[in-house]
């Protein structure tokens, strides 16, 4: 066999092979067999019809063809190698010669990943927040846990802000009562916009057996989206009664013995919190600097078919979820279709070039994926899949996915590289210093996480390669 490429473009060749008839003898072997098996001469037992006889009543063209088919993938899967291409998804094929006894000649159109200049990334500069927690934010976490821990009690008066009220509801479309529009001894808290707008307003004020009606747009069920009237009637009104911010409701609340304890608990957390969301935001940011560093061509098809990607699971699977429908979708975000077409390619173009800047970082770097840091990334896809990890890793698993797996793991640590040999300053002018050798797996872990946000799609590019 012997080949050529001839480049298209920057992300398509095309691969001119030729292969003489000899090499086809395995797939004409196979082909034989396989006819053998499938039809039925008289006077020749099943499987034991020799090549002339099916030749003669079945056609040699029958043959070649099936012989073709079963040598092409191979052909071309030498091909491939042999000119060290990355392809992605299928080739689009075209037998040229096929001449029986001779040649068999085809040329094979493929996308291919482009190749790709990764420039000198240490010079890389971004500015993140700063970590500062106020004691404000304090006693707002200590007033959260206080709320957690409060009690109710019947009052006979008119509803306040921060009250629990009973009450029953109707709603009328066009002066309809509808099928899913009475509710009954529902529970709302005043003043915590879980209901419809303006419900807060049409209850403040009234005493158990009081009634009004206001008007609201309904924000799901048979009418959703539909302005309705709504009579609501409050059945019983119940005030909050908050423990005391002491050292009793410290023992209560947590581990802690006194106030201050839980206050200097608090703090912390929400300093690792904070900490937590600045590396994130100095990943993404880095990220965004070093794509801007690198020039990546895009293939057509790949990104026609991962805007279809993201179209298809947006509608059938987030939106489908909530009810809601792809024109209902774009009348809330104030999008036009052309619009949201364009804000899809964008994030579609950002989502590849993601993966191949960092898997060409992969490999620049000779990064390798230890068994620790999978079971971590497996660890967490489980939890956010609603899977328990050993379901999880039996999918993964069945579904010769954990290639895939592998190359989120290793995107990740290419960005925690980029990112630790950047120089990270936060708003107050201080430098960030974000490299942990002690957690070293969570700091790699947290940039695949990064990484898969800005990917979106998760490895449909490789999924492409699969094929």
Do not use: C, W
Not at 98 to 120: H, M, N, Q, S, Y
Not at 177 to 190: F, H, N, P, R, W
Not at 241 to 269: V, Y
């Amino acid at each position: 066999m012997k080949s050529a490429v001839e480049t298209l473009n920057p992300t398509r060749v095309r691969l001119t092979v030729e292969v003489p008839f000899e090499e086809l003898k395995d797939s004409l072997d196979a082909a034989y067999k396989k006819i053998n098996q499938q039809v039925t001469v008289k006077g020749f037992r099943k499987g034991k019809i020799p090549a002339r006889v099916i030749d003669q009543r079945f056609g040699r063209g029958a043959v070649l063809e099936e012989a073709v088919n079963d040598a092409l993938p191979k052909f071309y899967t030498e091909a491939v190698n042999e000119a060290d291409l990355n392809p992605l998804g299928q080739p689009e094929v075209d037998i040229t010669e096929l001449k029986d006894g001779e040649l068999l000649a085809f040329t094979a159109e493929v996308d291919i990943r482009p190749a790709i200049e990764i420039p000198d990334y240490s010079g890389i500069e971004v500015t993140v927040d700063a970590v500062e927690v106020s004691d404000e934010d304090v006693e707002k976490s200590v007033e959260q846990l206080r709320g957690r821990f409060a009690s109710t009690k019947d009052v006979e008066r008119a509803a306040e802000d921060g009250d629990v009220v009973t009450i029953d509801l109707e709603a009328k479309v066009d002066g309809e009562v509808l099928e899913d529009g009475v509710a009954q001894d529902v529970s709302y808290t005043i003043g915590s916009g879980e209901l419809l707008e303006g419900i807060d307003e049409a209850v403040k004020g009234l005493e158990a057996g009081g009634e009004a009606t206001f008007t609201s747009q309904l924000k799901g069920g048979s009418a959703e989206g539909k302005d309705a009237e709504v009579t609501v009637k409050v059945t019983k009104v119940s005030a909050r009664e908050l423990p005391e911010l002491d050292d009793e409701f410290a023992g209560m609340a947590s581990e802690f013995d006194t106030l201050e304890e839980l206050k200097a608990d608090s703090r912390k957390r929400l300093e690792n919190m904070k900490q937590y969301d600045q590396a994130t935001q100095a990943q993404e940011r880095v990220l965004e600097k070093l794509l801007e560093l690198v020039e990546v061509p895009i293939p057509e098809k790949l990104l026609a078919d991962e805007v279809q990607t993201r179209k298809h699971n947006l509608e059938h699977h987030q939106l489908g979820q909530m009810g809601l429908s792809i024109e209902k979708y774009l009348e809330i975000q104030g999008k036009t279709v052309e619009e949201f077409d364009a804000e899809t390619a964008e994030q579609a173009i950002k989502g590849i070039k993601t993966q191949f800047v960092l898997d060409e970082l992969v490999n620049k770097e000779k990064l390798n994926v230890n068994q620790e840091e999978l079971t971590e990334h497996l660890m967490r896809r489980a939890a956010s899949s609603g899977m328990s990890p050993d379901q999880f890793a039996q999918a993964v698993v069945e579904g010769g996915q954990v290639p895939m797996l592998v190359g989120e793991v290793a995107r990740g640590k290419a960005l925690a590289a980029v990112v630790e040999a950047a120089k990270v300053t936060d708003t107050n002018g201080e430098v960030v210093d974000l490299s942990d050798d002690e957690d070293d797996e969570n700091t790699v872990e947290q940039a695949a996480e990064t990484v898969e946000n800005a990917v979106e799609a998760d490895g449909e590019i490789a999924a492409d390669e699969a094929k």
